[in-house]
């Protein structure tokens, strides 16, 4: 159950079957002439009658996956689709996702709206993060989006999914039945949890403090 082990594996099997590695050495460019493949490097170049390309991505440049894979592929000929951030958390502006950071939700509905496009409505588990919010439901919305950073995209939750508008209302209504002589912020405690009733006050424009009978 570690990555080490793996790596070990792999490594034995590599020298096992006499492969040489050469670390360090950054490919400057891959070129075809007739029937040999010329690899350039910062240092030497070599030649080979077929080459793999397996540098990953363009998710993680620390690691390698610098996206120079698309640009060698590309300059072979082969045909290469833009690329964009996937499975990743969405960043906001909005303070309440920093005031919530750390609150992790589950049964929550997510639904992403782009330029007054509906892309993804789903349920399941988030997490609110200083800068936005994140988790197994935000992570798979983020894959069917378009960059945010090119197109308005609005983000609802809803904290009651399983509730359709009229019997969410009469859900508060019996709530405030049996809470008329309490404050709004604990009218509404069997609702939500703690960390949401005042933001979700807030942005109701509702003080927290006035009783339910008011």
Do not use: W
Request: aromatic share 4%; charged share 25%.
């Amino acid at each position: 159950d570690r990555s080490s082990d793996v790596i070990s594996v792999l490594v034995k099997e590599v020298e096992r079957r006499g492969v040489v590695c050469r670390l360090n050495c950054r490919i400057v460019s891959i070129s075809r002439n007739t029937s040999v493949f010329e690899v350039k490097t910062e240092k030497v170049s070599y030649e080979s009658g077929k080459i793999i390309i397996a540098t990953g991505g363009l998710s993680y440049p620390s690691t390698g996956s610098t996206g120079d894979g698309y640009r060698i592929a590309e300059a072979l000929g082969h045909e290469v689709e833009s690329t964009r951030p996937s499975l990743v958390p969405l960043i906001s502006n909005d303070r309440v996702c920093s005031e919530l950071q750390g609150v992790s939700l589950k049964n929550v509905r997510i639904s992403i709206v782009q330029n007054g496009k509906a892309y993804i409505s789903d349920i399941g588990e988030m997490l609110f993060t200083d800068s936005g919010i994140s988790g197994p439901l935000v992570l798979t919305a983020s894959c069917y989006m378009e960059d945010p950073k090119s197109v308005k995209t609005i983000c609802y939750l809803d904290f009651k999914p399983a509730l359709d508008e009229k019997t969410l209302d009469l859900r508060i209504l019996r709530d405030f039945d049996e809470a008329k002589n309490k404050s709004i912020r604990n009218g509404i405690s069997k609702l939500l949890i703690n960390s949401l009733i005042q933001p979700v006050l807030t942005a109701a424009g509702v003080d927290p403090d006035k009783k339910v009978n008011e």
